[in-house]
Structures are given as structure tokens and as C-alpha cells.
């Protein structure tokens, strides 16, 4: 999780979907330390991918321990058993473009 690289002045309310050296990314988790504002940190991902872990200081000095957002995410669903409250029959809300829409289904047919 070394070198990625900081862009000033990014609000991250404001760059979904991402861009990533002239690609596009689904999503993004942003950043900012209050010391280097408004230079950010960028971590990209795709729908298909594992969200990034990414490292956050709470203090100036702190040593930084990696955030796994997925493993959070994941843990939070598990526990409060979010899949008995989701119809997953209905299509998701934004609708996936058509080869998210084939992962999706694969991903559902293997669990």
C-alpha cells in the first residue's frame, strides 16, 4: 500500500465514478489528512473487486494500522443478517452494466 499517489484538491463527493489514470473505477475511498489537506490519498476499486484496505492515523505520530473496510463491511451484513432483508430478485439499485450484471449472477449461482 505504498506510492499510491495524492491529488490535490479532490472532493470525494464529487468523483464517482472515479477515474484512474484515464480508466474508469466504480469506486473510490478517499483519503485526506488534516495536516496534508487538501492533498489525498486515492484507492480505486471495481464492483468485482475486493475493497482496498488503506491505512488512517488518528493522531499525528500514530502508527497507522490498515482499515479493511471489506472485512468490516462484511461483518456488519453477516451480523445484522442483511441478506433475510434484501429481495435479491430485484435488480440492484444502480443498475450494473451488463458484464457487472454476469459477474453478479456467477457470484450468486456460486454461493
Not at 475511498?29 to 484507492?43: D, G, L, N, T, W
Not at 493522531?59 to 433475510?84: F, M, N, R, S, T
Amino acid at each position: 500500500m505504498t506510492g499510491k499517489p495524492k491529488f490535490p484538491g479532490m472532493n470525494p463527493y464529487l468523483e464517482h465514478p472515479a477515474i484512474q489514470g484515464g480508466r474508469r473505477s466504480d469506486y473510490q475511498i478517499m483519503v485526506s489528512r488534516s495536516p496534508e489537506r487538501p492533498i489525498a490519498e486515492r484507492y480505486p476499486f471495481n464492483l468485482q473487486d475486493s475493497i482496498p484496505g488503506f491505512f488512517l492515523s488518528l493522531q499525528a505520530g500514530d502508527v497507522e494500522p490498515v482499515i479493511d473496510i471489506g472485512q468490516i463491511l462484511h461483518q456488519a451484513c453477516k451480523e445484522a443478517a442483511i441478506d433475510l432483508a434484501i429481495d435479491y430478485t430485484q435488480p440492484p439499485t444502480p443498475l450494473l452494466s451488463e458484464v457487472q450484471a454476469d459477474w453478479l449472477k456467477t457470484l450468486a449461482k456460486s454461493s
